[in-house]
């Protein structure tokens, strides 16, 4: 492949050892960096994968007035050119489309990478990235697999940069409240939580191995996974259900509620988790879970669950998608950017709702205007160091959560976990899924 990992970081090497060294754009000084945000309050953005929710994340960023929506990269460029349009609507002059983010990479005037692509390049981007001098918003999940996500905390002590990760829930008004709530002690001490999500996928069928479309460049999509043939139903959205490339819904939607569970209940690393499910509603392509519940235990009793239909869509507590605590005095049900709490007879002890609907079933916007408080707490880090909302370890830890899990289930057994470090103990079978194979050159190092 023309210009591998190895041969972009040779390339890069001198403007990452000055990323190291001041914390700074490649090509600028400290001084002349902080001249450049000091008069241009705006940042420059680089959005990698714009075919669904990365479009909506671009758009988004767009509507900030203190951002510039600079470049667009995809390997489709029908969704690249779809953005670029959408984009220029919006902040009335036209982003760049480039095809192979890593010449996004190489520019000067990008500040920061916005990484909305299939989960197997999240973490392998955010490396890059930061390797190249650059800040890093990266939806979630943070990582394919554990290692990755350790991986990603290491580089961004060792590059010095700031890594947001899109757990938007962390900066909704609301959810901080009924955190704060939880922690004040609302309903006595809190020792379990349950999250859940719902939704009515239908069959994605048996794929036939076709021509790759000639607007797609079907190897820099695959990039840092081992090679496989094109079949006609894995883009754009379906490569969530192959481990491959995905990590199911446990990661697609369950991060999201594991780590308000993980929040709230103030917990990091589990000391068991277990996973029962399966594909069971349909016979095709599908390979991981379309219905799942996941246990966690963790010390000083405490534990959550999580449960995942992907087929069935009846809702839990009147919700699509969810978190409630249960606690000695009662429980607080969080959905979306309201809360209610209740007493120990189920009766609503206090009820804060969110001003506008989410619909969280949205494939790739759910709520802008609560998106927007995310990311701006993610320039504010950029400019004046204040601690994010969902930093790398932080979501590292949720996501590990959710990882663990689908090791559980894909090993059909229990996994003790070290409530230290959140290895798995005793399972080499476990262990094996603890990080993945690469293409040949797209390995990550630090």
Not at 8 to 25: E, N, P, Q, Y
Not at 75 to 84: P, S, T
Not at 102 to 119: C, F, G, H, N, Y
Not at 240 to 263: K, P, Q, S, V
Request: with cysteine; glycine share 8%.
């Amino acid at each position: 492949m023309e210009n591998t990992r190895r041969e972009f970081l040779k390339k890069s090497a001198g403007v990452s050892a000055l990323a190291v060294a001041g914390g700074v754009l490649p090509g600028f000084s400290a001084r002349s960096y902080n001249r450049i945000m000091g008069s241009n309050e705006k940042i420059r953005v680089s959005v990698m994968g714009v075919n669904s929710r990365g479009k909506a994340l671009a758009d988004t960023f767009a509507n900030q007035t203190n951002c510039d929506v600079a470049h667009i990269c995809d390997v489709d460029r029908h969704a690249m050119e779809k953005c670029i349009v959408s984009v220029n609507e919006i902040q009335k002059h036209q982003p760049k489309g480039i095809s192979d983010f890593r010449r996004s990479l190489e520019s000067k005037d990008i500040d920061a990478m916005v990484i909305a692509t299939p989960d197997h390049w999240h973490a392998p981007a955010a490396l890059l990235s930061m390797q190249a001098g650059k800040q890093v918003y990266v939806e979630k999940p943070c990582s394919h697999n554990p290692a990755e996500g350790e991986m990603l905390i290491k580089a961004a002590k060792r590059y010095d940069k700031v890594v947001q990760m899109g757990n938007q829930r962390r900066s909704y008004p609301n959810v901080i409240k009924a955190i704060q709530e939880l922690r004040d002690g609302t309903i006595g001490r809190s020792y379990l939580g349950k999250g859940w999500y719902t939704n009515n996928r239908g069959p994605i069928g048996i794929g036939k191995e076709v021509a790759v479309p000639e607007w797609l460049n079907w190897d820099l999509w695959q990039g840092p996974a081992p090679r496989k043939a094109y079949k006609d139903n894995i883009v754009h959205y379906n490569w969530h259900w192959r481990w491959h490339w995905g990590t199911g819904e446990a990661l697609n939607n369950g991060t999201h509620m594991i780590d308000l569970l993980r929040w709230g209940l103030d917990v990091d690393y589990p000391t068991k988790v277990s996973s029962s499910g399966g594909r069971y509603r349909y016979h095709d392509d599908w390979e991981t879970p379309d219905t799942q519940i996941i246990n966690f235990e963790f010390g000083n009793n405490i534990a959550m669950t999580w449960e995942g239909r992907s087929c069935n869509g009846k809702t839990i507590e009147g919700s699509t998608v969810g978190a409630m605590f249960y606690g000695e005095n009662g429980s607080l049900l969080i959905d979306g950017n309201a809360y209610t709490i209740f007493d120990l007879q189920s009766k609503v002890v206090k009820e804060v709702k969110n001003e506008k609907i989410i619909d969280a079933r949205n494939l790739s916007n759910p709520d802008a205007n609560l998106d927007s408080k995310h990311i701006q707490n993610f320039f504010e880090s950029i400019k004046t160091g204040a601690k994010l909302n969902s930093d790398i370890d932080s979501g590292h830890k949720s996501t590990l959560l959710v990882q663990l899990g689908n090791i559980s289930q894909r090993v059909g057994s229990n996994l003790k976990i070290d409530p230290k470090t959140g290895h798995i103990l005793d399972n080499k079978e476990a262990l094996s899924l603890w990080q993945r194979n690469y293409e040949k050159g797209w390995e990550m190092k630090l």
